[in-house]
């Protein structure tokens, strides 16, 4: 088998990847909150923050689960990649709706 694309390889680079998204966005949480919404009050702040917080949690989770899915026999890792591959899949439509949908305000600065 390739090692390059090992299920071992994949599961270590995809869950270090993730692992560093969810460090993102929880060391990032509240600048991501106030972006496009000046003079945030406290309280929606605190909101923004918590969103972008359970985001990070849930990354660190994922990523934990691939990490600690390394060494799993090569029929289970089939399996496990697959799920992920069908998650990333949604994830993307999800995200690609979302952009779209999102009041000129809220959009990403290249939406402009």
């Given at each position: 088998m390739n090692v390059l694309m090992s299920?071992?390889?994949?599961?270590?680079?995809?869950?270090?990847?993730?692992?560093?998204?969810?460090a993102m966005f929880f060391f990032g949480a509240g600048d991501m909150a106030t972006t496009g919404v000046p003079n945030i009050s406290d309280e929606a702040l605190n909101?923004?923050?918590?969103?972008?917080?359970?985001?990070?949690?849930?990354?660190?989770?994922?990523?934990?689960?691939?990490?600690?899915?390394?060494?799993?026999?090569?029929?289970?890792a089939k399996k496990v990649l697959t799920g992920v591959g069908i998650g990333c899949v949604v994830m993307v439509v999800g995200i690609a709706y979302h952009m779209q949908s999102m009041i000129i305000e809220h959009a990403p600065p290249y939406q402009y």
């Open positions: 299920p071992k390889t994949i599961f270590t680079v995809v869950g270090i990847l993730i692992l560093g998204h969810g909101v923004g923050k918590g969103a972008h917080e359970i985001v990070a949690f849930f990354n660190i989770f994922l990523a934990a689960v691939l990490l600690f899915s390394r060494n799993i026999d090569l029929e289970s």
